[in-house]
T-cell receptor, first 114, second 110 residues
Framework: SQTIHQWPATLVQPVGSPLSLECTVEGTSNPNLYWYRQAAGRGLQLLFYSVGIGQISSEVPQNLSASRPQDRQFILSSKKLLLSDSGFYLC?????????????FGSGTRLTVV | GQQVMQIPQYQHVQEGEDFTTYCNSSTTLSNIQWYKQRPGGHPVFLIQ?????EVKKQKRLTFQFGEAKKNSSLHITATQTTDVGTYFC??????????FGPGTSLSVIP
């Protein structure tokens, strides 16, 4: 069966520090991978998605970046965190075409920038 | 741009009461998915509706897709405290862009 792992679960980082969140998927090949952010009490905002190794699409301009060094690995990074980067970050995967098979979300990373 | 509205934004019910949330669009939708997110948790896929007028049931949950495929509803019969969370829909615009409903936050008072 397919599983998705996301870590760390919580993170407190000072303003200006770097960020690296990692997500891995097991049990499937060539998944679509996504990074979402959810601000407190608000809906999901798509940050990045990837349909293959090295293929990254950005939905929202920001100081975050994403990389997909391996088929089932998706990394969210920042060189210098801002206070506004605080939020709940969710990694997700889907079969090719999420609106056909649905998203499976990781357990999320709660990031607080102080 | 195209949006999906979801109502109500918040709902507080007494345990045992019914609950309904609606996703509404001004344009025809190809399909719609519903997710549940418990407080502090991550969204979990519940169901997908594709056909006009489709109705699907999962125990106390009933999902419906409108005849015109412009709206959908999620109804919970006799709510329990385990139903607490945010319910939101996901669909796709005519330009193949995935959009999320903002969610309905359900509180159940024991």
């Amino acid at each position: 069966s397919q599983t998705i792992h996301q870590w760390p679960a919580t993170l407190v980082q000072p303003v200006g520090s770097p960020l690296s969140l990692e997500c891995t998927v097991e049990g499937t090949s060539n998944p679509n991978l996504y990074w979402y952010r959810q601000a407190a009490g608000r809906g999901l905002q798509l940050l990045f998605y990837s349909v293959g190794i090295g293929q990254i699409s950005s939905e929202v301009p920001q100081n975050l970046s994403a990389s997909r060094p391996q088929d089932r690995q998706f990394i969210l990074s920042s060189k210098k965190l801002l206070l506004s980067d605080s939020g709940f970050y969710l990694c997700a995967w889907s079969e090719q075409g999420a609106l056909v098979s649905g998203y499976t979300f990781g357990s999320g990373t709660r990031l607080t920038v102080v | 741009g195209q949006q999906v509205m979801q109502i109500p934004q918040y709902q507080h019910v007494q345990e045992g009461e019914d609950f309904t949330t609606y996703c509404n669009s001004s344009t025809t939708l190809s399909n719609i998915q519903w997710y549940k997110q418990r407080p502090g948790g991550h969204p979990v896929f519940l169901i997908q509706l594709v056909k006009s007028g489709e109705v699907k049931k999962q125990k106390r949950l009933t999902f419906q897709f409108g005849e015109a495929k412009k709206n959908s509803s999620l109804h919970i019969t006799a709510t329990q405290t385990t139903d607490v969370g945010t319910y939101f829909c996901i669909t796709k615009t005519s330009y193949d862009k995935v959009i999320f409903g903002p969610g309905t936050s359900l509180s159940v008072i024991p």
